[in-house]
């Protein structure tokens, strides 16, 4: 059990997506589902007779695609599968309510959810079921809140603008207002974690998922070879400290660099000067506009202030090799 209050271990690793946080406490807990096996239910009077587990309020779709999804899988689901399956095929088993599509509700839990005591079809999600003997991920069948939950898998930026993901456990303050009337919550309850087998290898389909696989691939290594996770934490923090570092100097870079668009908007002497600054100081904070219409204004005031023939000042675009005076051109066109 992760009592509340409990200092967690937690195991960082950074790439081009930003940094992923993992709640190593949790996930290497021993957190297994146990409907069906004492779980109370969440509704404020716990039941465990009553076997529905936390499917009282059906599920919520997280977007069309979600509910798409699911729609094709219960076209596969037959009469031997699905306990509420209805006479009339053409009644969906969705509905739309102000909050969005759900799942609906029949007889005080999800219209998929098969009571146990009926020896014609198996007890639990018929969605999960269906899945499991069709030799499938029951995450491919069923709807994203009902395959991730106990994970959750939460998105945030930080004030540099560096994309943070964290992963842990689904808590009770995570349904919001509705949690606290919960009567029991499965993470928070010792019950729970009975588990065989670590949460990141009982879930596995369900972490890469969520964060990838090469990123699951990495969270098992760390576990499996007993990594100090102290360790790891503070070189991929240092990872992250240092790109922070680059990201921070190019933005200074970015903010010194000579705009052409500046030098347009300059009254003539200080655009000069500014000109002067990106041939004779500091040419790698111009940008590739920038010197070409400083090239172009310096090849102007060369031509105003130059005599035919004569060489130019030995700075800046003065230094090109001039073209043909008038009196050449004049000859060249005879």
């Not at 689901?77 to 969906?92: E, F, H, N, V, Y």
Request: charged fraction near 30%; hydrophobic fraction near 35%; aromatic fraction near 6%.
């Amino acid at each position: 059990m992760v009592a509340a209050g409990t200092a967690r271990e937690w195991f960082s690793l950074a790439d081009d997506e930003g940094t992923w946080l993992f709640d190593i406490t949790f996930l290497a807990s021993a957190w297994r589902c146990i409907w069906g096996e004492g779980c109370p239910g969440i509704e404020p009077e716990p039941d465990v007779a009553a076997a529905i587990g936390c499917c009282t309020h059906g599920a919520h779709f997280a977007d069309d695609g979600d509910r798409r999804r699911v729609s094709e899988a219960v076209q596969r689901l037959g009469p031997t599968q699905w306990q509420l399956r209805p006479a009339d095929r053409r009644r969906s088993p969705f509905l739309r309510g102000e909050d969005g599509w759900t799942t609906r509700v029949v007889d005080g839990a999800c219209i998929f959810l098969n009571r146990p005591g009926d020896p014609s079809v198996p007890a639990g999600c018929a969605l999960h079921a269906a899945a499991v003997a069709a030799g499938e991920r029951p995450l491919d069948w069923k709807p994203e809140v009902c395959w991730q939950l106990p994970l959750r898998l939460e998105h945030h930026t930080d004030e540099s603008g560096d994309a943070l993901h964290t992963l842990r456990d689904w808590r009770r303050r995570d349904w919001g207002e509705g949690g606290e009337e919960f009567g029991w919550w499965c993470t928070e309850e010792p019950a729970a974690f009975s588990g065989p087998s670590a949460v990141y290898e009982s879930l596995a389909d369900e972490i890469a998922e969520l964060v990838g696989p090469q990123r699951y691939r990495t969270l098992a290594d760390v576990r499996k070879n007993n990594c100090t996770v102290a360790i790891l934490h503070g070189i991929a923090a240092a990872a992250v400290a240092e790109k922070k570092k680059k990201r921070a100097m190019n933005g200074a870079q970015r903010a010194d660099r000579i705009h052409a668009a500046d030098i347009r908007s300059m009254p003539h002497s200080q655009s000069t000067r500014a000109c002067s600054a990106v041939f004779e100081r500091k040419p790698e904070a111009a940008t590739a506009r920038t010197r070409c219409l400083c090239r172009r204004r310096g090849e102007a005031r060369c031509r105003r202030r130059q005599r035919p023939g004569q060489q130019g000042p030995d700075r800046g675009p003065c230094r090109r090799r001039q073209g043909p005076g008038p009196e050449q051109r004049a000859g060249a066109r005879q």
